[in-house]
């Protein structure tokens, strides 16, 4: 019966594999009859066989380099998002050698063009589990990296599991190659309920993880992926209830001309991290973001080593919370404010608890994206 259902499993995939390819001859005879209005049909249809057959990678990468052609082919000014695309694909095929040869093929001499290397976030609302043992659960996997990483900062809200018997919940950041391997885990907080974990993260837990000072990190490449991970524990009773889990990645090419980083507290004194130009005394100053610890983000406009006007962005930057004007926040949110202040991430949700579902929000590319979410938050 297993061999049968293999059988007719391979056959199916020969059947898909052939549509495709006659899908992709059509286009590339309209793009030669330069008959671009039916290019582009015959490149829907192709992208939409791929998809019902479960967007394999090799197959994929054809859709983008059949959309690019196009547009080079119509003479469209603007193929950035196309190229990007197409190299972003490359680079998670692991292909270092194909990837080269596709810069020289476009003219492109530096490839830090094609990379989006704004922050990416990962939000996870919530988790409520009781099954899995002791086994790992994936509960969000980043898209691919699009560089060398910096730092990660991590928040839970809650992080509970079912408050008596032994404790064993724990959550994790893991790092996976190309080929889903896994590199490197870190496991964030410790055990849930543990006295350790109690003396150091209390009622909220965060961390921020640095390149020298952890594997998950240092080991971190173009192409490959995190997961937010997590563990019930094995035996009965035992569950484990997270909420609004944010993590952070901040790639080190990212804003490389003003690249420092430091403590900062706000007005109410809590703290996190300043990213953005310094004056003289190395003091926050001009336009720059304060990731708070507990997973909120501050953009906004310094000076002398304080908060002056900006936008405040929930855990993971799913909605806009606060507005300061002169020091001072608001009494309401001022959504005038807002597009004068953007958040500048791309950003990847998981809603659902069965971790199923992402919220995909998609400005900078076309509906035939990769389903990452990246855009400029406007309340």
């Known amino acids: 019966q297993l061999e049968q259902h293999t059988d007719e499993k391979n056959e199916k995939r020969k059947t898909y594999l052939k549509k495709v390819t006659l899908l992709e001859q059509k286009a590339r005879a309209a793009i030669e009859e330069r008959e671009f209005d039916d290019a582009i049909e015959w490149c829907d249809a192709c992208e939409t066989v791929v998809t019902l057959c479960g967007g394999d990678l090799a197959k994929v990468l ?3 380099r059949l959309r690019l052609d196009i547009g080079l082919g119509k003479g469209d000014v603007d ?23 596709f ?15 704004r922050p990416s976030f990962l939000l996870v609302s919530s988790v409520d589990c009781s099954t899995g043992g002791d086994e790992w659960q994936e509960a969000l996997q980043s898209n691919p990296l699009e560089g060398d990483v910096a730092k990660v900062m991590v928040s839970l809200k809650m992080f509970k599991d079912q408050d008596w018997g032994n404790a064993k919940g724990k ?25 350790s974990f109690i003396n150091t993260y209390g009622d909220r837990a965060y961390r921020t993880l640095y390149c020298e000072d952890d594997d998950v990190i240092s080991k971190a490449r173009p192409g490959f992926t995190y997961k937010l991970e997590f563990i019930v524990g094995d035996g009965g009773g035992h569950s484990i209830h997270l909420s609004e889990w944010a993590c952070r990645i901040f790639f080190q090419d990212w804003n490389k001309d003003i690249n420092t980083s430091q403590p900062m507290n706000d007005p109410e004194g809590d703290g996190g991290i300043y990213i953005g130009p310094v004056d003289d005394n190395n003091k926050a100053n001009g336009n720059g973001r304060l990731e708070y610890y507990d997973g909120m983000t501050f953009i906004g406009c310094f000076s002398n080593g304080s908060m002056v006007s900006g936008v405040c962005y929930s855990q993971g930057g799913m909605r806009s919370l606060y507005t300061m004007v002169g020091g001072v926040w608001t009494t309401e949110l001022d959504r005038n404010m807002i597009p004068n202040f953007p958040l500048g991430i791309n950003l990847k949700v998981s809603e659902d608890e069965n971790f199923e579902q992402e919220s995909v929000y998609d400005s900078s590319e076309s509906s035939a994206g990769d389903g990452e979410v990246s855009f400029e938050l406007e309340g």
Do not use: W
């Open 171 to 195: 959550v994790g950041l893991a790092l996976y190659d190309t080929n889903e391997v896994l590199l490197a885990r870190c496991n964030l907080f410790g055990t849930c309920r543990s006295e």
């Open 79 to 101: 193929l950035m998002e196309l190229q990007r695309r197409v190299y972003r694909r490359i680079l998670h095929d692991n292909s270092e050698k194909a990837a080269k040869e």
């Open 103 to 117: 810069l020289d093929e476009q003219g492109i001499d530096d490839p830090c063009v094609l990379r989006d290397l």
């Open 62 to 64: 054809l859709v983008d």
